[in-house]
Nanobody, 121 residues
């Protein structure tokens, strides 16, 4: 079994910064893509940023230039540095990981429990 645990959310003023972390633990052989999603009240969950095992990245247009995704493969951890935060960034942020758990090389998708980010003055 694999668990993803997010941390780093909270309340921040507009223009402020937060750094989210998501650590994967359990029966892990390797991790392929790791992504951050968010879901605001009344809206669908959306992809915020993604990073491959080779550290190629992609971002939603709404966060380009403000958010940076990175990962530490030795720690099975993905980060999301969020700068210049806006009220519209308020949402529950979830991490997702595509994990290979054994030598069959089959990949399984896991989600974290979510962490609340609130941007408000």
């Amino acid at each position: 079994q694999v668990q993803l645990v997010e941390s780093g959310g909270g309340l921040v003023q507009p223009g402020g910064s937060l750094r989210l972390s998501c650590a994967a633990s359990g029966s892990i052989l390797s991790i392929n893509a790791m992504d951050w999603y968010r879901q605001a009240p009344g809206k669908q969950r959306e992809l915020v940023a993604g990073i491959t095992s080779g550290s190629s990245t992609n971002y939603a247009d709404s966060v380009k230039g403000r958010f940076t995704i990175s990962r530490d493969n030795a720690k099975n951890t993905v980060y999301l540095q969020m700068n210049s935060l806006k009220p519209e960034d308020t949402a529950v942020y979830y991490c997702k990981a595509d994990v290979v758990v054994d030598t069959s090389r089959r990949m399984y998708r896991y989600w974290g429990q979510g962490t609340q980010v609130t941007v408000s003055s």
